[in-house]
């Protein structure tokens, strides 16, 4: 940091930002910037002049070719000897709180020429095209967001989802395109508005893509299946109402397969909450419950599992719920309606909500003797009057009280009930 009673030289600021800098690089016109901020000024809000000069920085004979636009990008050269030149200033100035500027990593060498290079062997060469992909992984792994700038300015993602929708990919293709999607979901802070771009297509693709990652989702190995899932998590959760609504009992069924395979805590957590999206219509409930997850979810939680989770199945559950065939699978498994008892109070208040409620459906629509008893049996009574007395959100002691009162006929006079618990069960 600077202080303000020290005069920087003009030549050590930056024209865009008027601060000092800290990795200076020159363009052809000779003018000399910051780095990250040129790098915005011509990749992320995509001007084509330099900014001080107002200079045309591409060749417009080729602008009919996109590959070849960037290929004609100017060089963005590091000056060093100017580098060198404000860390001496800084060292100078060290005892005014002026802070040395550090050397730029090693991975400052990835530019728009060199990932245009790359890109250009994956596009013309089948020889070069995996080992090239390879490569592009590598930088996408990179926890620098500047390096994840230069994928996206280049048009590395938008290639990528060429190799996903086309056939002439082979399959080994396909899964390193959709690591690198994976591995940019996870640490790129723009990744959104790469899939925005394939919502908006008019053409059909949304569906092609959705329809290639499910592929690899049935056919992939467990890291493929991985990489699946989260892709198709992130396109979900931009999609828009009209396109949630209509997925295919096809998608279910391989997003319902990742969970029954319990392929890992965080691949089943991506399913949860691809189907937590796609659950708020009856069409998509009627499909998730005749793949048959309500089983599989009533024995994940007998099997154990982390709070988030146990909330996360909960929520699911919940949904299911809402329609008459979930309830039915719901109650039709010999442990269904104990297990979702057990977590009240156990695991979280998220938990305790969603168990309530779900118990309130079943209380409401499903009311037969067998299950009444059943639920007098597997300790749901002494559970809600629990709930009634100990700190809970008011929806769920009403849904507690509620039910309490609905059956108060065949259960405040079980054995079942502790008669220290008694004294919480609701007047009629």
Not at 19 to 26: A, C, F, G
Not at 171 to 191: G, H, M, P, T, W
Not at 351 to 373: H, M, N, Q, W
Not at 390 to 398: N, Q
């Amino acid at each position: 940091m600077v202080s303000m009673e020290v005069e920087i030289p003009s030549h050590f600021t930056c024209p865009i930002s008027l601060q000092l800098m800290k990795d200076p690089v020159t363009i052809v016109t000779g003018i000399t910037y910051d780095r990250d901020h040129i790098e915005k000024w011509l990749f992320t809000y995509k001007h084509a002049t330099c900014p001080v000069t107002n200079q045309v920085l591409l060749n417009d004979r080729n602008h009919h070719d996109d590959h070849e636009k960037h290929m004609v990008i100017m060089m963005i050269t590091p000056n060093h000897t100017l580098r060198r030149l404000i860390q001496s200033w800084c060292v100078l100035h060290a005892s005014d709180g002026v802070e040395r500027i550090s050397t730029p990593k090693g991975n400052v060498l990835v530019d728009h020429a060199y990932v245009s290079k790359l890109l250009y062997d994956v596009r013309q060469s089948t020889k070069l095209r995996y080992s090239c992909m390879q490569k592009i992984l590598s930088l996408a792994t990179s926890s620098d967001d500047r390096i994840k700038r230069v994928l996206e300015s280049c048009g590395v993602f938008d290639y990528l989802v060429i190799i996903l929708l086309e056939d002439d990919y082979e399959k080994r293709d396909k899964e390193v395109a959709l690591s690198i999607f994976a591995q940019i979901i996870d640490d790129y802070n723009n990744y959104e508005s790469i899939f925005k771009g394939l919502i908006k297509d008019t053409n059909g693709n949304y569906l092609l893509f959705i329809g290639s990652v499910v592929e690899l989702l049935r056919s992939g190995s467990v890291q493929v299946r991985e990489d699946a899932v989260k892709v198709l998590r992130a396109v979900y959760k931009v999609s828009n109402p009209n396109q949630i609504s209509k997925v295919t009992f096809d998608v279910v069924r391989e997003v319902v397969n990742v969970i029954r395979d319990n392929i890992s805590n965080q691949c089943t957590k991506f399913a949860l909450k691809i189907l937590v999206d796609l659950n708020p219509w009856g069409r998509n409930r009627v499909k998730v419950v005749g793949s048959g997850l309500v089983q599989v979810l009533v024995d994940l939680l007998i099997d154990g599992l982390d709070r988030r989770l146990n909330e996360l199945v909960l929520v699911v559950l919940d949904q299911l719920c809402g329609c008459a065939e979930g309830r039915a699978d719901l109650v039709g498994h010999a442990a269904g309606i104990a297990v979702v008892s057990k977590k009240i109070l156990r695991v979280s208040h998220v938990a305790t909500d969603r168990a309530v409620k779900i118990l309130s459906l079943i209380s409401r629509y499903l009311a037969t003797g067998r299950v009444v008893g059943e639920m007098m049996e597997v300790g749901v009574v002494a559970k809600l009057c629990l709930v009634v007395q100990v700190e809970c959100s008011l929806k769920t002691k009403e849904r507690a009280k509620e039910m309490l009162r609905l059956h108060s006929s065949v259960w405040k006079l079980s054995p079942c009930i502790p008669p220290q618990l008694l004294s919480s069960y609701p007047s009629s």
